[in-house]
């Protein structure tokens, strides 16, 4: 009866041990750090996210990225992960979609410059909607050569370099964002670059007469925007002898009393002009050689179109913004990926912005009588745009002639 009564008791004690050490580990394993590691765990085996090693007797084994840390903070949450040595971090660019599908839109994900440390950034707040502010925007900028600003994710600022990363594709349906997109995008050019060269193409003759003055030329037809892209070329043409004389390959190198100034051409419901030839040809040309010619493109549409974005045009347009999308079809025709499908109605200015992989992006708002004030001073009058009209030589009509067999 004693030996039982104490077998008794410690059968019970180990018992007791048992669930303490069971609630502990339950406890540990329901903590949001774990909670994320095990999620990581799954989505790098769901999404094949490995590095294949042939082992013994030609063995399959396979190398998963490794957990260095998670991290909780007020308003984000952040794991850092490392690569196998060997696998190509543009694996985990690819598949950046896979970590928003488990973790939620709030996941952006950051390379660091080794090329094998990734940081996953889980917020639990958006980024509310926010008034273009002329200050803030220069002091984002700094002294960047062709300023981009984009808006603010939830890591702050977000502005680049079209010098670098050059033409932009502006995609989103009536009433995301996309018209204002680019309003404050071609605003913030030609308030900070001296010397700026704007064309504009308004297909629709709704967005650009606010840059009338401003502007080189706005047009409003095809046969106007055909004028201007002949005359591009023209001057690419030029440009390219400029750089052989000097011998440089860009002309940010050319020495600058003989540095002629940046050109971009801004087009508006691009998609319409898909029957026209020669003015998408010249579209091409410019998105192919442009860059190091200092002309760059900034194309906009409501329905990103197939037949429009083909692949070489596509390729060269390494930086592009999609509000939201009717469907995922036109959303993987804009950024690969059908994201801005995703995006609700009622997040109106919201982008996902793609450079470097994809990213979510407020962008400011700038409506037509703050943007009429800020862009004042650098209207001119109708009599200087009358005076430039008369000193500008005379265009030849016919520039290219094709040529074919009756």
């Known amino acids: 009866m004693i030996v039982s009564g104490v077998t008794l008791a410690a059968a019970a004690k180990l018992a007791g041990a048992g669930g303490s050490g069971g609630a502990a580990w339950l406890v540990w394993r329901g903590m949001p750090e774990q909670v994320v590691r095990r999620k990581l765990m799954h989505l790098f085996r769901f999404g094949n996210l490995f590095y294949k090693i042939n082992g013994y007797k030609g063995r399959e084994l396979r190398e998963y990225p490794r957990i260095k840390r998670v991290t909780q903070y007020f308003d984000r949450t952040e794991a850092a992960f490392v690569v196998p040595l060997g696998m190509d971090p543009e694996l985990?660019?690819?598949?950046?979609?896979?970590?928003?599908?488990?973790?939620?839109?709030g996941a952006e994900?950051?390379?660091?410059?080794?090329?094998?440390?990734?940081?996953?950034?889980?917020?639990?707040?958006?980024?509310?909607?926010?008034?273009?502010?002329?200050e803030q925007i220069d002091q984002c900028i700094g002294k960047l050569h062709l300023p981009i600003y984009v808006g603010r994710s939830r890591s702050g600022d977000m502005a680049y370099d079209m010098v670098e990363h050059p033409h932009l594709l502006i995609a989103g349906e009536t009433g995301s964002g996309k018209s204002v997109a680019v309003r404050s995008v071609l605003t913030t050019l030609i308030r900070t670059v001296k010397g700026l060269e704007l064309y504009c193409a308004d297909m629709k003759r709704s967005e650009f007469h606010l840059f009338r003055g401003i502007a080189q030329e706005v047009v409003i037809d095809a046969v106007g925007l055909h004028s201007i892209v002949l005359k591009l070329r023209r001057e690419m043409k030029q440009r390219g002898d400029l750089l052989d004389r000097h011998e440089v390959a860009h002309v940010n190198d050319l020495p600058?009393?003989?540095?002629?100034?940046?050109?971009?051409?801004?087009?508006?419901?691009?998609?319409?002009?898909?029957?026209?030839?020669?003015?998408?040809?010249?579209?091409?040309?410019?998105?192919?050689?442009?860059?190091?010619?200092?002309?760059?493109?900034?194309?906009?549409?409501?329905?990103?179109?197939?037949d429009v974005l083909?692949?070489?045009?596509?390729?060269?347009?390494?930086?592009r913004m999609a509000f939201r999308l009717p469907d995922e079809i036109n959303s993987r025709i804009a950024i690969d990926s059908g994201e801005a499908a995703a995006i609700k109605q009622s997040e109106k200015g919201r982008m996902v912005f793609k450079l470097d992989g994809c990213k979510y992006v407020q962008g400011?708002?700038?409506?037509?009588?703050?943007?009429?004030?800020?862009?004042?001073?650098?209207?001119?009058?109708?009599?200087v745009m009358q005076q430039e009209q008369a000193a500008e030589p005379p265009q030849q009509e016919v520039e290219y002639v094709e040529v074919g067999l009756l």
């Open 310 to 319: 083909d692949g070489k045009l596509k390729n060269n347009l390494t930086v």
């Open 364 to 383: 400011p708002r700038l409506d037509l009588k703050e943007a009429y004030e800020i862009l004042a001073p650098y209207r001119r009058t109708e009599a």
């Open 109 to 134: 994900l950051t390379c660091s410059e080794d090329a094998k440390t990734f940081v996953m950034q889980v917020y639990s707040t958006s980024v509310a909607p926010f008034e273009y502010d002329c």
């Open 256 to 306: 600058e009393w003989d540095r002629p100034s940046y050109i971009v051409l801004a087009v508006d419901e691009v998609a319409l002009l898909k029957k026209e030839k020669s003015i998408m040809e010249g579209i091409e040309e410019i998105s192919t050689i442009g860059r190091a010619l200092g002309v760059f493109l900034i194309l906009s549409m409501q329905r990103p179109d197939a």
């Open 92 to 105: 985990i660019n690819k598949n950046e979609w896979l970590f928003r599908q488990m973790f939620g839109p």
